[in-house]
């Protein structure tokens, strides 16, 4: 039996880590703050270590006798979030948590990444050794990750046993937050008339990637980096996947490129009037863009993916229903 750590065991991918965990047998422990709302942890049985990101103390009593750190917390909903919030919670966060496990004699840490800390190309998808190239200005979230893995990156250099994860979209059942559905809920709302550009997506079911970041701890290598990821599609294959589990008419709505600078620019404007917007600007530009991915390292080494896409969007969407989001 291992014992684990989960920050960020509240969320999405952390609950399903955890469930996973529990499963096998291991014994888990999850960071959370007194106000934290435990739902997605019902029916799983956990120690409670009462902390934050923000409080090295309680990281370092959160980490006494513990095998494994997954450092999944971190503010994904980038589109929601305060951007100096974002980066201390990301980069500081993550500086806090490993010098925590470091301290308590954690022999591993699995570090939640993102594939938004990885460079893209229109023209082929890109894997873990592609460079964020994208303005840090226009994409702070992805940024705020690759300053993070820059921390993971010295900490390695100095002898801790560090393995860096780099999810892409994540699907499933259990997203309390929405963090991915807006997909499914803008498809239901608008349908037909629900816009599409030309770019494309990367996209994955989180069971799957809660089973790859155990394998992750188990046999991924010290200072590597693996892109967790299924299948890439276009915006009009997704679209319509999407349409067809939810059972309305697929969106046919084809929107220009050349309108995505225009309208990130009005997001830009609208929201520092405090005029609230479906999508932010950062979504509007990379809406245009390829962004796909190889996933071949983390199969080879972590196991190929047991969910295909079609039955994660429907578990999704059978789980928003029951959940009143739809």
């Known amino acids: 039996m291992v014992k684990v750590l989960i920050t960020g065991g509240t969320g ?7 469930r996973q965990l529990v499963q096998r047998g291991d014994s888990v422990r999850v960071l959370h703050r007194e106000t934290s709302k435990l739902n997605a942890l019902d029916g799983i049985p956990f120690e409670s270590a009462i902390g934050s990101l923000g409080d090295l103390d309680s990281l370092r009593v959160a980490c006494e006798g513990v095998d494994w750190v997954f450092h999944v917390a971190a503010v994904a909903d980038y589109w929601r979030a305060n951007r100096q919030a974002m980066f201390e919670a990301n980069v500081e966060g993550t500086r806090r948590v490993l010098q925590a ?11 939640t990444s993102s594939a938004a800390a990885v460079g893209i190309d229109d023209a082929h998808p890109t894997d873990e050794t592609a460079q964020f190239n994208l303005p840090p200005e226009h994409f702070p979230y992805g940024y705020s990750k690759v300053l993070a893995e820059e921390v993971v990156t010295e900490a390695v250099a100095q002898g801790q046993d560090v393995v860096t994860v780099n999810p892409v979209v994540v699907m499933g059942p259990g997203d309390l937050n929405m963090i991915s559905g807006t997909f499914m809920i803008q498809i239901k709302r608008w349908g037909v008339f629900t816009p599409i550009t030309r770019g494309g997506v990367a996209v994955t079911d989180v069971r799957d990637v809660a089973r790859w970041h155990i ?57 520092r009037l405090g005029i609230p917007t479906p999508i932010d600007a950062t979504q509007a530009r990379m809406g245009t863009r390829y962004v796909f991915f190889r996933f071949d390292k983390a199969w080879r080494a972590l196991g190929e993916p047991q969910i295909d896409m079609k039955q994660s969007l429907q578990d999704t969407y059978t789980w928003y229903q029951q959940h009143g989001y739809l």
């Open 101 to 111: 496990a470091r301290q308590s004699g954690v022999a591993r840490v699995v570090f």
């Open 12 to 18: 999405f991918i952390g609950s399903h880590i955890a």
């Open 215 to 271: 394998a992750a701890a188990e046999q991924g290598q010290t200072g590597e980096r693996y892109i967790l990821g299924t299948a890439n599609y276009t915006y009009q294959e997704w679209f319509t996947m999407i349409a067809q589990v939810l059972g309305v008419p697929r969106p046919r709505l084809l929107v220009p490129n050349f309108t995505a600078p225009l309208a990130a620019r009005l997001i830009d404007v609208a929201r």
